[in-house]
């Protein structure tokens, strides 16, 4: 029975070529004799996207900062039914090793779209890069940029408390942050995480590319206590009908932050997210707020905004 049926199934392959999606995905068209099928088949034939949908450019990119809530964000906007995320980090504009794989490379990391949605990416490092507004003009000067900050000193505790983690379970040294903070009894700002949280040096660079029009800043810190008001404000920027609702949110008790409820399902973000932040010496504290106010003075002036930063 097995030979009868190879024998039809090669009769069948000289009348119809191998499908396309077949041979792209590297299969193995000679035949099992004893099965009948392609020697190398797994199983599970390749899936196809959907019809109607493509590979596209983002629309919109969120382009940081790190640790301003950048995963949350794309989360919740990706309740929106005309919102197509991309799933990882891409790196692209920042990386110059992924930049020279050329926009083609990018393009096919994006999620499969319909032509009614569009395509969002996020990776915080373009917000603190020196190559990625220039980069990202250059692909598209029309495009929307969402920017999720949040509290600068609060945002370095929490760049801190991250790598702090990563270390102990790579089984590396690490320091209080007060060793990291200081240096020679002065704010060490040359410390990276210092570095992040001065907005007005990078906010600066991405308006030599982008006027202030299509920057739309979310604060973070607001996302955290009530999510709905932000993300309708995200939604009018990014000219998307209002989808996003109260009751797509829930407060967890228990991690302490909203969780996303959508399509029947619940799911809040990784473990990694809301790590409780260290106790800082209350001097250091200090110091690094005194020297954080006045670039947050002059971010302030140039986004013509405030934002309600200790």
């Known amino acids: 029975m097995a030979r009868l049926l190879a024998s039809a199934f090669l009769l069948v392959l000289q009348t119809y070529?191998?499908?396309?999606?077949?041979?792209?995905?590297?299969?193995?068209?000679s035949l099992d004799l004893d099965?009948?099928?392609?020697a190398n088949f797994s199983g599970v034939l390749p899936s196809s996207p959907p019809p109607g949908t493509s590979k596209r450019a983002p629309h919109s990119i969120i382009i940081g900062v790190r640790k301003g809530g950048t995963r949350a964000l794309l989360e919740m906007l990706d309740i929106h039914?005309?919102?197509?995320?991309?799933?990882?980090?891409?790196?692209?504009?920042?990386?110059?090793?992924?930049?020279?794989k050329g926009f083609e490379w990018y393009r096919e990391l994006m999620p499969y779209s319909y032509p009614h949605q569009i395509t969002v990416e996020k990776t915080p490092g373009y917000f603190t890069s020196s190559l990625a507004p220039e980069r990202i003009c250059a692909m598209n000067s029309?495009?929307?940029?969402?920017?999720?900050?949040?509290?600068?000193?609060?945002r370095v505790i929490s760049d801190y408390t991250q790598v702090y983690f990563n270390r102990l379970e790579n089984h590396k040294p690490v320091q209080a942050i007060e060793n990291l903070l200081v240096r020679n009894g002065a704010l060490n700002i040359r410390y990276k995480a210092i570095q992040r949280s001065l907005y007005d040096i990078h906010m600066r660079n991405w308006l030599?590319?982008?006027?202030l029009e299509q920057i739309h800043?979310?604060?973070?810190?607001?996302?955290?206590r009530d999510p709905l008001p932000e993300l309708q404000k995200v939604e009018r920027f990014l000219n998307l009908p209002p989808r996003?609702?109260?009751?797509?949110?829930?407060?967890?008790q228990t991690k302490g932050f909203y969780c996303i409820r959508s399509d029947g399902r619940e799911r809040c973000l990784h473990e990694s997210k809301g790590r409780p932040h260290p106790a800082v010496n209350s001097t250091v504290l200090q110091q690094l707020r005194s020297y954080l106010q006045e670039h947050n003075r002059t971010f302030f002036r140039l986004v013509k905004r405030t934002f309600d930063w200790q």
């Open 244 to 252: 996003i609702v109260s009751s797509n949110f829930y407060f967890n």
């Open 217 to 224: 800043i979310v604060d973070g810190d607001a996302l955290i």
């Open 35 to 38: 099965s009948g099928l392609p």
């Open 142 to 154: 029309s495009i929307k940029l969402l920017l999720i900050l949040r509290d600068p000193a609060e």
């Open 208 to 211: 030599r590319h982008f006027p």
């Open 81 to 100: 039914p005309e919102v197509a995320a991309a799933a990882t980090e891409v790196h692209f504009f920042d990386w110059d090793e992924n930049y020279a």
């Open 17 to 29: 070529a191998a499908p396309p999606e077949l041979v792209q995905a590297g299969f193995d068209m």
